[in-house]
T-cell receptor
């Protein structure tokens, strides 16, 4: 089967750094995306890794290791507004939004 | 105005009723998707369409049907709703030129089946 595993909850303090891990088991893997969702609102795209290594976008970075079937999202200089759910999602084909999502990690940022 | 608009935003219905959730988009994207979200289960793909004449089943299509009326419109139907179809439903679009397959989601339609 196809599945992605990520922690259900993470807590950190404002200004800190937090890493959300994601391990996957999928067939035909093309890449890993990350989405952010606030309080049941619309998920929004954060990043995409097709190749091994680190992708940086402002305070957020995402990493992929295909050999380990593993990726992570790194959030730096945490702000209260970063409190949200974060989903990793595996691509079974290129250039499409046909994704297998993890169950999501709820990040709580405390003052 | 939102680029991806879903109606209704909230709906309560009874078991056995037919329900249609509608989605329209102004992003000009050919590709459209319907996802379902349940607490603790993330999002799961119900159906997707890569153009007006293309309809494909996703991970959990049983009990659902779709219609792609135009490039901008993609509706999801539950022919006979059942309580375990209570969920938050999201429509999304993507641009085939975008290598990340970035999804642009609507605000969601919360469906409760009693």
């Amino acid at each position: 089967g196809q599945s992605l595993e990520q922690p259900s909850e993470v807590t950190a303090v404002e200004g800190a750094i937090v890493q959300i891990n994601c391990t996957y088991q999928t067939s035909g893997f093309y890449g890993l995306s990350w989405y952010q969702q606030h309080d049941g609102g619309a998920p929004t795209f954060l990043s995409y890794n097709a190749l091994d290594g680190l992708e940086e976008t402002g305070r957020f970075s995402s990493f992929l290791s295909r050999s380990d079937s593993y990726g992570y999202l790194l959030l730096q200089e945490l702000q209260m507004k970063d409190s949200a759910s974060y989903f990793c999602a595996a691509h079974g084909s290129s250039n499409t939004g046909k994704l297998i999502f993890g169950q999501g990690t709820t990040l709580q940022v405390k003052p | 105005d939102a680029d991806v608009t879903q109606t209704p935003r909230n709906r309560i219905t009874k078991t056995g009723k037919r329900i249609m959730l509608e989605c329209s988009q102004t992003k000009g994207h050919d590709r459209m998707y319907w996802y379902r979200q349940d607490p603790g289960l993330g999002l799961r793909l119900i159906y997707y369409s890569f153009d007006v004449k293309d309809i494909n089943k996703g991970e959990i299509s049983d009990g659902y049907s779709v219609s792609r009326q135009a490039q901008a419109k993609f509706s999801l139907s539950l022919e006979s709703a059942i309580p375990n179809q209570t969920a938050l439903y999201f429509c999304a679009t993507s641009d085939p030129q975008n290598r990340a397959g970035e999804l642009f989601f609507g605000e969601g339609s919360r469906l409760t089946v009693l």
